[in-house]
């Protein structure tokens, strides 16, 4: 069952999370969840998953991968809380987990109370939305928060307009 939350109370801030990976769509996701925080006085968080299912191997090379993982986890969020705080004036709170990404995003939304809305951005590629979208919206009523998809076709400027 979904906790109570405290985003609307005082002393707390609406977040809103955004997913990181190495698509394309994540930026926009990114861009329209920036846009939101910044316009509505909330806050941006992003969260990188890490399948762990990668690091099954022996003699040390799991460890060795999930390090890299990490890593590379670190660079690109860097990377783009670096390019929001330049482009918009906002700080933005990120977390790494390792797991299966709906289940990591379920428990991190448990876990911050004031997390209030999940954006997601369409994948353009012929096989649908992207494999997360579809596994978020197949929960329907029972993903415990609003979820925010942006279309494929919006451009950044097109997500300034209604973000």
């Known amino acids: 069952m979904l906790s109570k939350r405290l985003s609307r109370q005082y002393g707390h801030k609406r977040k809103f999370l955004a997913i990181i990976d190495e698509t394309p769509e994540c930026r926009r996701a990114v861009a329209y969840a920036s846009r939101r925080a910044k316009n509505t006085g909330g806050r941006l968080i992003l969260l990188y998953v890490i399948d762990s299912s990668?690091?099954?191997?022996?003699?040390?090379?799991?460890?060795?991968?999930?390090?890299?993982?990490?890593?590379?986890?670190?660079?690109?969020?860097?990377?783009?809380?670096?390019?929001?705080?330049?482009?918009?004036?906002?700080?933005?709170?990120?977390?790494?987990?390792?797991?299966?990404?709906?289940?990591?995003?379920?428990?991190?939304?448990?876990?911050?109370?004031?997390?209030?809305?999940?954006?997601?951005?369409?994948?353009?590629?012929?096989e649908g939305p992207g494999p997360l979208v579809q596994s978020i919206a197949a929960k329907g009523s029972a993903f415990p928060i609003p979820v925010t998809i942006i279309p494929d076709g919006l451009s950044v400027e097109d997500i300034d307009s209604v973000a």
């Open 54 to 126: 990668e690091f099954q191997h022996f003699l040390g090379v799991g460890d060795i991968m999930r390090a890299e993982s990490h890593e590379q986890a670190r660079q690109t969020l860097s990377a783009i809380s670096d390019e929001v705080r330049e482009n918009l004036g906002i700080e933005t709170e990120t977390k790494i987990c390792e797991g299966q990404k709906a289940a990591e995003i379920v428990k991190l939304i448990e876990s911050d109370q004031d997390i209030a809305v999940l954006v997601l951005a369409a994948g353009s590629g012929a």
